[in-house]
């Protein structure tokens, strides 16, 4: 029974994130995720081995960032980083609908010698 239970909660909750949801956001009832757009991601902290391998990493640099859309048109304006998870917000008159993160992953060092090495050939 509690089987049938979890499954009927859990259809629920996805009816409602994907048909019910956008819906009332648009109107300007709820925000997305309950007011966290990434519905719980963002709190979900790095491993230890992702920890130790790149974000603690001497010769590893880390940039951030987040691409923010406005429904299906992305709002290239690098002024809007530091943004929050509410959504939906509005910038510039756009209604601001999603967003998406993405991490660049560098190892400066690495490159310079890969650049001094392919100038040598």
């Known amino acids: ?7 009927v909660a859990w259809y629920t909750r996805e009816i409602y994130y994907v048909f019910i949801e956008p819906w009332l956001a648009k109107l300007g ?9 990434s519905y719980g991601r ?3 902290p790095y491993s230890n ?13 880390v940039t951030r960032r987040r691409v923010f859309f406005s429904y299906n048109e992305p709002i290239l304006d690098l002024k809007m980083q530091g943004q929050g998870l509410r959504l939906p917000f509005s910038y510039l008159g756009k209604p ?4 998406v ?3 660049v992953w560098e190892r ?5 010698r890969a650049k001094r090495t392919f100038e040598a050939c």
Request: contains cysteine; negative net charge.
């Open 108 to 112: 400066p060092d690495e490159v310079a």
């Open 49 to 61: 081995i992702e920890r130790e391998l790149i974000y603690e990493a001497p010769g590893v640099k």
């Open 42 to 44: 963002e709190a979900i």
């Open 96 to 99: 601001v609908t999603a967003w």
């Open 29 to 37: 009832l709820v925000y997305f995720g309950f007011g966290d757009a």
């Open 101 to 103: 993160n993405y991490y």
């Open 1 to 7: 029974m509690s089987h049938l239970v979890s499954c």
